[in-house]
């Protein structure tokens, strides 16, 4: 290969970016499609526990280690009266979701979640309706959750078979509020107080709780940044976190573009978070507000989704292929080099819908994006690192000259384990790279690579490891060694830095 198509990698753990937050290595469940019920909770399946949750998933999001998990929605926490999902199931109210246009019985609902979310080691995120609920609402189901029996709220909770409180500790102002899709609807001066009197009344309940404020629902909307800006104004002494929802596609058959997509993202955080410093200077504060992009993940064109008033209808059970993998850990990368404001990701969803696990009532499948997750999540710790990257770069239709190269790595002076991964965004090119560590020395190297020719290439139930992470032999990513990664591949390496 020619000198002009070699890359190079140069590594100093002194060059520090910031703490890498565990929780950007989190989740979104949704009473959505089949996220909920016959993914979680499935009592007429043969893995099915106790308490009807999937054994086989749970074993699965053990795997990915979600840190969180932000539930109940999404659009369908607009209507949601969470008073409907708590007490002995046979006396839950059944109700049609208008969101989803689908029939919810309601069998699932907060104390459930809490219990799923301890069983898989998850904190609980719960999110308010700011639609159709209202500030009491919010307060309410803040003291059902987490005060001390001797109250209304509270005593529900201990009659429902839970004394200790629940002590959830993360909290969303509503849901894409912006949007004129959600029931509920309101601009955004309207949402702004809303928000603030609901985040007032739900810290005098726990002034401890941290709270996430409703934010554009993509850079899309005719009102980003400034709705952004105006919420922002009204709660920014109150909430703890600003909300971003993305989904990337690849509706132009495109892929070179579709792998350079990070381009784009990086830009979208760069313009919240010049909103949330403008805001803090205006305000005169003191606090610092990060960002929580609580949906994110990879979605095709499916339209208007509707359940035809079914319980549990398959909705959008997008099946992931190579390029979404590679799509996927570069988002992964981005987390990670804007770990300094992007302190909270929800990947959406987890189960059925949208997400890295499918299930039938008697089978899972890992999917193409299981992977790049599970190794970030596995693998980052520590402190995000400030690379210098030397790429070759190749053109893409949408985002013009991109390199050829997507990088981020993390280093943990404790423990002293590094992390370092790579996405080679071509569909034809090799990339030779070549490492320049600058103050320590890379020991006990393992490295993990998913890798193939066909970016359409998908796993099925029928072929269930046609695109996952294989172990991969290295002999050296010293100071001097070169690598070769094929195109559409992405590597993850683990090491001690001496």
Same mark, same amino acid.
């Given at each position: 290969?020619? #000198?002009?198509?070699?890359?190079?990698?140069?590594?100093?753990?002194?060059?520090?970016?910031s703490?890498?937050?565990?929780?950007?290595?989190s989740?979104?469940?949704?009473?959505m499609?089949?996220?909920?019920?016959?993914?979680?909770?499935?009592?007429?399946?043969?893995?099915? #526990?106790?308490?009807?949750?999937?054994?086989?998933?749970?074993?699965?999001?053990?795997?990915l280690?979600?840190?969180?998990?932000?539930?109940?929605?999404g659009?369908?926490?607009?209507g949601y009266?969470?008073?409907?999902?708590v007490g002995?199931?046979?006396?839950r109210?059944?109700?049609?979701?208008?969101?989803?246009?689908?029939?919810?019985?309601?069998? +699932?609902?907060?104390?459930?979640?809490?219990?799923?979310?301890?069983?898989?080691?998850? /904190?609980?995120m719960?999110?308010v309706?700011?639609?159709?609920?209202?500030?009491?609402?919010?307060?309410?189901?803040?003291?059902?959750?987490?005060?001390?029996?001797g109250?209304?709220?509270?005593?529900?909770?201990?009659a429902?078979?839970?004394?200790?409180?629940h002590? *959830?500790?993360?909290?969303?102002?509503?849901?894409?509020?912006?949007?004129?899709?959600?029931?509920?609807?309101?601009?955004?001066?309207?949402y702004?107080?809303?928000?603030?009197?609901?985040?007032?009344?739900?810290?005098?309940?726990?002034?401890?709780?941290?709270?996430?404020?409703?934010?554009?629902?993509?850079?899309e909307m005719?009102?980003?940044?400034?709705?952004?800006?105006?919420?922002?104004?009204?709660?920014?002494?109150?909430?703890?976190?600003?909300?971003?929802?993305?989904?990337?596609?690849?509706?132009?058959?495109?892929?070179?573009?579709?792998?350079?997509?990070?381009?784009?993202?990086?830009?979208?955080?760069?313009?919240?978070?010049? *909103?949330?410093?403008?805001?803090?200077?205006?305000?005169?504060?003191?606090?610092?507000?990060?960002?929580?992009?609580?949906?994110?993940?990879?979605?095709?064109?499916?339209? /208007?989704?509707k359940?035809?008033?079914?319980?549990?209808?398959?909705?959008i059970? /997008?099946?992931?292929?190579?390029?979404?993998?590679?799509?996927?850990?570069q988002?992964?990368?981005?987390?990670?080099?804007?770990?300094?404001?992007?302190?909270?990701?929800?990947l959406?969803?987890?189960?059925n819908?949208?997400a890295?696990?499918?299930?039938?009532?008697?089978?899972?499948?890992?999917?193409?994006? +299981?992977y790049?997750?599970?190794?970030?999540?596995?693998?980052?710790?520590?402190?995000?690192?400030?690379?210098?990257?030397?790429?070759?770069?190749?053109?893409?239709?949408?985002?013009? #000259?991109?390199p050829?190269l997507? *990088?981020?790595?993390?280093?943990?002076?404790?423990?002293?384990?590094?992390?370092?991964?790579?996405?080679?965004?071509?569909?034809s090119?090799?990339?030779?790279?070549?490492?320049?560590w600058?103050?320590?020395r890379?020991?006990?190297?393992?490295?993990?690579?998913?890798?193939?020719?066909?970016?359409?290439?998908?796993?099925?139930?029928?072929?269930?490891?046609?695109?996952?992470?294989?172990?991969?032999?290295?002999?050296?990513?010293?100071?001097?060694?070169?690598?070769?990664?094929?195109?559409?591949?992405?590597?993850?390496?683990?090491?001690?830095l001496r």
């Amino acid at each position: 290969m020619p #000198d002009n198509r070699t890359a190079h990698l140069y590594i100093d753990t002194r060059r520090s970016i910031s703490p890498v937050s565990p929780l950007i290595f989190s989740g979104f469940a949704e009473h959505m499609g089949r996220c909920i019920y016959g993914g979680i909770y499935d009592p007429g399946s043969p893995h099915a #526990d106790e308490n009807g949750l999937r054994r086989d998933v749970l074993a699965a999001l053990r795997e990915l280690n979600f840190r969180s998990i932000r539930y109940p929605g999404g659009n369908f926490l607009s209507g949601y009266d969470w008073e409907d999902g708590v007490g002995p199931r046979d006396k839950r109210p059944a109700r049609r979701d208008l969101a989803w246009q689908t029939h919810e019985s309601n069998h +699932f609902g907060s104390d459930e979640f809490i219990n799923f979310c301890r069983e898989i080691k998850s /904190e609980p995120m719960l999110a308010v309706n700011m639609g159709t609920g209202s500030i009491q609402d919010a307060a309410n189901l803040v003291e059902y959750c987490n005060a001390p029996p001797g109250t209304k709220y509270p005593d529900l909770r201990v009659a429902n078979g839970n004394r200790q409180p629940h002590g *959830v500790g993360y909290w969303c102002l509503g849901n894409e509020m912006d949007g004129h899709w959600q029931i509920g609807h309101l601009e955004a001066h309207e949402y702004g107080r809303k928000a603030l009197e609901a985040a007032k009344m739900m810290r005098w309940h726990d002034p401890d709780i941290q709270l996430v404020l409703c934010g554009s629902s993509t850079w899309e909307m005719p009102g980003f940044p400034e709705w952004d800006r105006i919420a922002l104004e009204h709660c920014y002494e109150l909430v703890d976190y600003h909300s971003m929802h993305k989904y990337a596609d690849n509706r132009d058959n495109d892929t070179d573009s579709f792998l350079a997509t990070t381009v784009a993202l990086e830009e979208f955080v760069e313009t919240l978070e010049g *909103v949330l410093r403008y805001v803090k200077a205006k305000t005169r504060s003191k606090r610092e507000v990060y960002l929580s992009w609580d949906e994110w993940n990879i979605s095709g064109d499916y339209g /208007e989704v509707k359940g035809d008033w079914k319980e549990a209808p398959r909705l959008i059970e /997008e099946v992931y292929t190579l390029e979404d993998a590679l799509v996927a850990a570069q988002w992964l990368n981005l987390f990670l080099r804007r770990a300094d404001v992007v302190k909270i990701a929800c990947l959406a969803q987890i189960v059925n819908v949208i997400a890295p696990i499918l299930t039938e009532t008697d089978a899972l499948l890992k999917q193409s994006i +299981f992977y790049p997750f599970l190794l970030f999540s596995r693998l980052a710790r520590g402190n995000s690192l400030d690379l210098l990257l030397q790429s070759p770069r190749h053109e893409t239709k949408r985002y013009g #000259d991109v390199p050829l190269l997507d *990088v981020s790595a993390t280093h943990d002076p404790e423990t002293r384990l590094g992390a370092l991964f790579l996405v080679n965004r071509s569909q034809s090119e090799e990339a030779l790279l070549g490492f320049h560590w600058q103050n320590v020395r890379p020991l006990n190297t393992r490295a993990w690579q998913l890798a193939g020719t066909d970016p359409m290439a998908v796993n099925s139930f029928e072929q269930p490891n046609r695109v996952v992470a294989r172990p991969l032999a290295v002999q050296s990513i010293e100071t001097g060694s070169q690598l070769l990664l094929p195109p559409l591949s992405f590597t993850a390496f683990e090491m001690i830095l001496r």
